[in-house]
Structures are given as C-alpha cells and as structure tokens.
C-alpha cells in the first residue's frame, strides 16, 4: 500500500490486528526483507512496515536529513497510522531510529518492548589507519574544491567520494550521501542507559557491520536487555535463519 504523508509517497504494510508491532529497516534495505517476520506475527499482532524515505519504494526526502529527521517521521507516521501502544524492533539503521525515539518524552503513543537485530548506534573506534584515510580524504576534497581544479577536472570531487565511501555511500543518490554522513557520525551510545522498556537483542555471531561486541554493550548499557545469538548469522541473520528468529520472538513478544 502507499500513503502521502507530509508530502512523499510511503509505501508500507499494514497486516493482522491485536497488540501493534513496528517495524523499521536498515540502511539500503526495505519492508521486503521483514516478509517472514511479517507472516509469521500478523497472527498474533497488528504488524506495520513502512519503507522509509530515501528508501524502497517510498520517496527521498527533499533534502539531507540527519537522525532527529527519521525519529520524527516515524512517530508522526505510527501516529498517522493510529498507533497506541508499539512494539518496536529495528534493524541496523532501523535500530538507530528505535535508540533515540525511546529516549524522547512526549511521544503520542507508548512503548511496550523493543527488540534490536543488528542494530547500528556504536560508534567504532578509530585505527591509525582509518584516521589517515579521512585525513587523506579531506585534504584532496579541498583541493579538488577549489575552482581552478575544479574548472580543469569538474568530476574529479565526485569520483574521490565514489572512491572513498562505503558501498551504502556509493550507491546512494546526492541527498542520501549526505543524509548518510549525518547518520552514522552520531554516537548512541549514551542513549542506550535511558531506555526503560523490555529489550530483547538478536544478533549473528558473524556479524561484521555491527559485531557482536555491540551486542553485548547494548545488553550491558541497556537496563531490562536480554541478547540471545544466532550462531553462524550475518548481519542480516534475521534472514539467514527466520525459523529460529521467529521462535525467538514469539517467546518474547506473547510471553
């Protein structure tokens, strides 16, 4: 299905009835990947997915926007949708969203677990390597910036960001590269102390996007979490093994 809302198409999915279940994805991602978690929870729960904007197949924001900009969306659109009381679960990017809405106060509607899978938020700590690569990668964007460069070689700038980004930079459009670097500069890790509500945390072992010691952070940081670990799992282990990640939410979320 597809809404307008403030002003882009959303498109989303809206299945079953009975306590709701929010679903967010990660960067690069859309509501497809959550079809299994979807047929197995509409069963039981009222389940919403929305790709995001910039994402799938809802429409990119006008301009870059940082992380405020999706918590803020997605309350008005769970509010749109005439959500009471969520269950939120998030991966990856999804997670982030999930980290700074649960720490606002005046939400229109009320939490009662979250779950994360994968989910980004930790900053990673910077090798000497990595911090010579930015260095490197600043000084050539000024140069390249500079008009007389630039009127002799106009896309050199963009090839050096093509060059220098992640794929999820590379393969994004103008607005969400910026969008990008807005996002993933924030550190998270402050927030995860102030969530009070029942999280579970589902994470694969094998995870290299958002490694398995973020897991055990979030579980150490956030008061009432509970990690369990999908041996052998990627960090899209929520695919990779959907019998078992089911079973692991059906045991939280109807307990």
């Known amino acids: 299905m597809t809404k307008q809302f403030q002003g882009l198409k959303i498109n989303y999915i809206e299945k079953g009835s009975g306590k709701e279940l929010l679903l967010l994805h990660g960067w690069g991602s ?15 729960h ?3 997915a929305l790709d995001m904007p910039g994402f799938g197949e809802s429409d990119e924001p006008p301009i870059s926007w940082n992380l405020d900009d999706y918590v803020n969306f997605v309350i008005a659109f769970a509010k749109e949708m005439n959500c009471r009381e969520l269950v939120l679960l998030g991966h990856s990017f999804g997670g982030r969203i999930i980290i700074k809405m649960a720490n606002r106060t005046d939400l229109p509607f009320s939490i009662s677990k979250i779950v994360l899978t994968g989910s980004a938020g930790i900053l990673p700590p910077k090798t000497l390597k990595k911090r010579l690569k930015v260095l490197i990668y600043k000084t050539g964007k000024k140069v390249l ?4 460069v630039k009127a002799l070689f106009p896309d050199a700038l963009e090839q050096l960001q093509k060059r220098s980004g ?8 103008p607005v969400m590269r910026e969008t990008l ?9 402050p927030l ?4 009070n ?4 945390l589902i994470w694969g072992d094998e995870d290299t996007v958002t490694p398995i010691s973020d897991a055990k952070c979030m579980e150490e940081l956030i008061p009432d979490a509970g990690l ?6 990627s960090h899209y282990a929520f695919v990779e093994q959907p019998f078992f990640v089911n079973k692991v939410l059906q045991a939280f979320l109807n307990e």
């Open 197 to 200: 509500y029942p999280t579970l």
């Open 30 to 44: 859309n509501i497809k990947l959550f079809q299994h978690i979807i047929d197995c929870m509409e069963k039981t």
């Open 181 to 189: 670097v807005k996002v993933v500069n924030e550190d998270l890790k």
């Open 228 to 233: 369990v670990i999908v041996k052998g799992g």
């Open 46 to 48: 009222r389940v919403i």
């Open 192 to 195: 995860l102390s102030a969530i």
């Open 166 to 173: 992640s794929s999820d930079y590379r393969n994004a459009t």
């Open 145 to 148: 910036a500079l008009p007389p």
